[in-house]
């Protein structure tokens, strides 16, 4: 079989050449721990797959990921960066198209010298802010006023104290269980990217938002936040709770604020508000870089505002002339 062209004027579809139970899409997406990360990489995936075939409705399962040489994945990455999409965001595609590469090289469908040639692909260079915006605290405390002492407002309040006081990811949240809440140390334990696990801690308001949940939720084991139907009946599996996604908590978040009348904010913008407040409160790089599960502390460092104010207070040393017209001759 030749090699799929891509993104041609008048593009055909490579057949399917792979089996599903020998498929890198299939086998990649498997070797992912997160719910969330599968979710996110199919997606990339998928979109990748619609580059190479001009088929807006095709996804990437079957696709003959084994016949692309470096020409092909040049030309992707090309294509992705024509789409008018964030360096960040071309760049998580381009993983993602490394990996099923990969997966194809281990499942022996392609040599080492065409794979290597093949994910030999620079990232897109970028240097941006950190996405997101500010969570002020009065933002927060509207979205726990507009949380009620129903199960879902009680789930929900306890939900914004532990994003904002952990600063957790919105996966890290949705994946939770009961046991890992340690009410004696005020810790929770997170499953994060690439199944690293670390210690993150509560405030004492946010235990007391929590505790209150959970005399709700009971102490059976499970996810920690669950979803709760319009009758305030907790939904389970084998009288288990069962997780949230992390679509629902943005959809609670949303929810929330938008009862409160506040401006949208995301579970990201908790994470960068808690990462800033920490920094300002002079916590040192390290310590915030293990609190919020980066690998890099060059990561951690862009989320710093103090650069950012003592650049803005240099600025207000200046004083602008008082308008008035100049004096003839």
Known sequence: MDAPAVVADDPQPPAPAVRPAGDPYHVYLDSLAGAESRRTMRGCLDRIARVLTGDDAVTGAGMPWHLLRYEHTVRIRTVLTEQGWS?????????????????????????AEDYARAADLAPVTHTRLPAGR??????????????????????????????????????????????????????LRVLGKRDKERLVYLTGDAIGLLERWLAVRGGATGALFCPISR??????????????????????????????????????????????????AGVDLATAQALVGHSSPATTARYDRRPEN???????????????PLTPG
């Open 134 to 187: 500010h969570v002020p605290p009065e933002v927060v405390g509207a979205a726990l006023a507009a949380c009620d002492d129903s199960p879902a407002g009680l789930r929900d309040a306890a939900l914004i104290a532990v994003l904002y006081s952990t600063g957790c990811r919105r996966a890290e949240v949705a994946g939770l269980a009961l046991v890992d809440y340690e009410p004696g140390a005020r810790s």
């Open 231 to 280: 009758s305030g009946r907790l939904r389970t599996r084998d009288e288990r709770p069962v997780p949230l996604t992390g679509q629902g908590i943005a959809d609670i978040l949303a929810r929330r604020l938008g009862e409160a009348g506040a401006g949208r904010r995301t579970a990201h913008d908790f994470r960068r508000t808690f990462i800033g407040e920490l920094l300002d």
């Open 310 to 324: 003592t650049r803005r207070e240099a600025v207000d040393r200046l004083r602008l002339p008082r308008a008035r």
């Open 87 to 111: 360096p960040a965001y071309v760049n998580k595609h381009l993983v993602a198209l490394r990996r099923v590469l990969k997966e194809a090289w281990r499942l022996g469908q392609t040599s």
